[in-house]
């Protein structure tokens, strides 16, 4: 893994008690020479990765909308921020940067990038390792949620096999490391479903 981008949340109110999951994501980074792609912003833990990249001098990429920008709400220090006009054209610079995803505590705008790169690996669009941060179980309920969904014939069971989940960031880096996407994508499983109950 060269580049990573990290999901978080950019709220004031989100620093502690993950605060210190930042600061070990970046000096994990610094040690294995892996640089940082993130959403651009000053604020929240994304204002805090940004911080700490600087002063640890792990290369970091920031990309930002222009209706943040025009808010004043972009970090100031990074050497290297995009501008786009789009939250998608967002995204999908931080998709094409990045070798892995990182999935930080945070809120929709979190969620909303776990489950868009979550849904391009089952379709096999990509094959990068998506590392999602459990601590203090933040996201059980959203497991608990897949586990209906599959329950209920909503969701295939093998989803949890396209990420990667830890409570302690160098052992989820290490897991995302190891990690191969399966085989089959759900547009195989599609086809081959719709061909067994073609007519003969």
């Not at 640089?35 to 792990?58: P, T």
Request: charged share 25%.
């Amino acid at each position: 893994m060269k580049n990573i981008a990290v999901f978080c949340a950019s709220g004031k109110q989100y620093i502690e008690p993950f605060g210190h999951l930042v600061k070990e994501l970046v000096r994990y980074c610094k040690k294995e020479n892996i640089g940082v792609i993130y959403g651009g912003a000053k604020v929240g833990l994304m204002g805090l990765l940004a911080d700490e990249c600087i002063e640890e001098r792990v290369p970091i990429i920031g990309i930002i909308p222009q209706g943040i920008l025009d808010k004043e709400l972009h970090h100031e220090g990074i050497e290297q921020l995009t501008i786009t006009k789009t939250m998608y054209e967002r995204k999908n610079g931080m998709y094409e940067l990045s070798d892995a995803f990182v999935v930080l505590p945070g809120s929709l705008g979190t969620l909303d990038e776990l489950f868009e790169v979550l849904c391009l690996s089952k379709l096999h669009i990509h094959d990068k390792a998506i590392g999602i941060l459990n601590f203090q179980q933040f996201y059980d309920s959203i497991f608990a949620h897949f586990d209906k969904m599959i329950e209920q014939g909503f969701m295939d069971a093998d989803v949890k096999k396209y990420f990667v989940v830890d409570n302690d960031i160098e052992s989820l880096l290490n897991k995302m490391k190891s990690w191969e996407r399966p085989k089959q994508s759900d547009l195989d499983k599609a086809v081959k479903l719709n061909n067994s109950a073609a007519p003969l």
